[in-house]
């Protein structure tokens, strides 16, 4: 079955770049049937979507983000990166990826499953 | 943006209860929703899809419906394993987003 490990520093300084990667094992990252997403989870809040990426590079962000967020694939790794530029105190959180389900007759972006353990990520000086 | 609307935001209740959480969203989903339960520590896992049908594996008590903007999860026995957080996710259309989410607690 899938799994999915996210690994990248803990720690990030403000200002600075939170880096992390997801790596894949159990299935392909260049399936055609799935996005893969990262969404995060500040302490003790709810659950928010940042980007999704597909096999042939295509990305879609959440608005609220997209000026600081990448997320990139790499094939040969099977793995895939997130990077958010400038981050402050409020990026302090639990960043997870998870497989996505894609209809590709409806280009439609779906659930996520499965997700991967979570990464805590703390901003601070 | 898709707003959802989740309630109640924390309940509790008694091994055997009836469980119902709703969400409503700002405007019609076509049931293109989905349910999480986020146990403590955990990841989420998908319990529910397409507001009604469940995944392989998760246990016939757990149950979806709903259409339009209005969609409700339903326990129909309370088990102590299923003290959680529930979350839904709408996806008829980008940002995808979360509802606040539902924490279970036994009484």
């Known amino acids: 079955q899938v799994q999915l490990r996210e690994s990248g520093p803990r720690l990030v300084k403000p200002s600075e770049t939170l880096s992390l990667s997801c790596s894949v094992s159990g299935g392909s990252i260049s399936s055609s049937a799935n996005y893969w997403g990262w969404i995060r989870q500040a302490p003790g809040k709810g659950l928010e979507w940042i980007g999704s990426i597909y096999y042939n590079g295509r990305t879609y962000y959440n608005p609220s983000l997209k000026s600081r967020v990448t997320i990139s694939g790499d094939t040969s790794k099977n793995q895939v990166s997130l990077k958010l530029n400038s981050v402050t105190a409020a990026d302090t959180a639990v960043y997870y990826c998870a497989r996505q389900e894609y209809s590709g007759a409806w280009d439609r972006l779906k659930w996520f499953d499965p997700w991967g353990q979570g990464a805590l990520v703390t901003v601070s000086s | 943006d898709i707003q959802m609307t989740q309630s109640p935001s924390s309940l509790s209740a008694s091994i055997g209860d009836r469980v119902t959480i709703t969400c409503q969203a700002s405007?019609?989903?076509?049931?293109?929703l989905c349910w999480y339960q986020q146990k403590p520590g955990q990841a989420p896992q998908l319990l529910i899809f397409d507001a009604s049908y469940l995944k392989t594996g998760v246990p016939s008590r757990f149950s979806g419906s709903g259409s339009g903007t209005y969609y409700t999860f339903i326990i129909s026995s309370l088990q102590p394993e299923d003290i959680a957080t529930y979350f839904c996710q709408q996806y008829d259309n980008l940002p995808l987003v979360f509802g606040g989410g539902t924490t279970v607690e036994i009484k």
């Open positions: 405007q019609d989903i076509s049931r293109n």
